[in-house]
C-alpha cells in the first residue's frame, strides 16, 4: 500500500478543532516541523497535546502554542518556554506533567493494547497523591488538579496505577522511510517518534529521504503503525535547528588528518 501524500498540508487536513495528538522529538531532535507548521496553517485549535516538551518561542509546538492553539498539553519538560510557564500559571492552558519514563511507557503501552500498568515512579508523591495543579484560574488558585492514584504493593515494593495513551494522530520525523510507512530513525531522533506513532489512530510520518526499499533488519518502526508518509525536501531535510548552542571559549575545533596508510581521518587537537 502506498502510503505518500504529495504535501504536509494534505497528510494533516483531517486534523480538526480539538483532536488529540502525539509529537515526536525532545527538544528540537527529531521534532517533525513541517507537519507541525502544516497544521498551523490549517488553524486548527483546541487541541491536545501529548508530547515531552511544548518546543521553543517560534518553533516546533511552540509555533501552536503561541498562537494559543493549544487547550492541554501533557508531558515530562516544561524546559526553557517560557511562553508555556507564562500559559500555564495564568490558567491558559491545561499542563499535565509526568515523569519521563512514564510518559514514554504510557505511550509504548497505548500502541501496545495494554490498558495500565504499575511502576515505582512517583511512589511517595503527588503523582501518586493528586493533587498537582493541572489548571489554574485567573485568580492563582488551582482549578483542576491531578487525582489520587491506585498503589499496590509486589515483592515488598508499592508501585503506582498508569493508564496508557491513545490519541486521534500523531506527527513524527524519521530519517528514512518507504512508501509503506516503514521507518528509520537517526540516532537520538528515535526518542519519542515510535512510541507517539504506536500510540495514534492516525500516525503522520515526515521522512528526510523516501526509499523504494528498507531492509527489514533495519527498520524501527513497521508500517502497520504509519497511515501516511510525507518527503522533505532537501532544505526541509537540513532544517535542524539547535535549542542552545554552547561552545567553550578559547577551543578549536578538531581538525581532520590523514593517517598514512589507513585511508581514514583521523581527529587532531589543536
Known amino acids: ?12 487536513a483531517d486534523i480538526g478543532d480539538g483532536a488529540s495528538i502525539a509529537v515526536g522529538g525532545f527538544g528540537l531532535c527529531g521534532v517533525p516541523l513541517v507537519l507541525i507548521d502544516a497544521l498551523y496553517e490549517r488553524g486548527s485549535s483546541g487541541l491536545s497535546i501529548v508530547s515531552n516538551n511544548c518546543g521553543t518561542i517560534g518553533r516546533g509546538l511552540g509555533r501552536l502554542l503561541d498562537a494559543g492553539r493549544i487547550a492541554r498539553a501533557m508531558g515530562s519538560y516544561v524546559g526553557e518556554n517560557k511562553e508555556l510557564a507564562r500559559r500555564y500559571l495564568a490558567g491558559e492552558i491545561e499542563l499535565e506533567l509526568v515523569p519521563q519514563g512514564t510518559l514514554s511507557e504510557r505511550l509504548r503501552a497505548g500502541g501496545s493494547g495494554i490498558p495500565a500498568f504499575y511502576t515505582p515512579a512517583g511512589v511517595g508523591t503527588l503523582v501518586a497523591e493528586g493533587g498537582l495543579p493541572w489548571r489554574y484560574g485567573s485568580d492563582g488558585g488551582v482549578v483542576v488538579a491531578s487525582p489520587p492514584k491506585e498503589v499496590r504493593e509486589f515483592g515488598g515494593r508499592e508501585y503506582i496505577l498508569e493508564e496508557s495513551v ?4 500523531a506527527l513524527v520525523r524519521a530519517a528514512r522511510g518507504d512508501r509503506h510507512g516503514n521507518l528509520v530513525f537517526d540516532k537520538a531522533a528515535r ?7 504506536m500510540a495514534a489512530a492516525t500516525a503522520i510520518a515526515e521522512v528526510e529521504e523516501l526509499v523504494d ?8 518502526l513497521p508500517g502497520i503503525f504509519v497511515r501516511r508518509v ?11 535547528p539547535i535549542e542552545k548552542r554552547t561552545v567553550t571559549p578559547g577551543v578549536r575545533p578538531p581538525q581532520r588528518v590523514e593517517w598514512p596508510g589507513e585511508g581514514r581521518a583521523r581527529p587532531r587537537s589543536g
Open 213 to 220: 526499499f528498507l531492509d527489514p533488519d533495519e527498520v524501527h
Open 230 to 240: 510525507i518527503a522533505l525536501t532537501p532544505e526541509q531535510a537540513a532544517d535542524k
Open 1 to 12: 500500500m502506498d502510503k505518500v501524500f504529495p504535501t504536509a498540508v494534505e497528510a494533516v
Open 166 to 169: 491513545r490519541t486521534d494522530f
Open 191 to 197: 526518542n519519542f517518534n515510535p512510541l507517539c506513532a
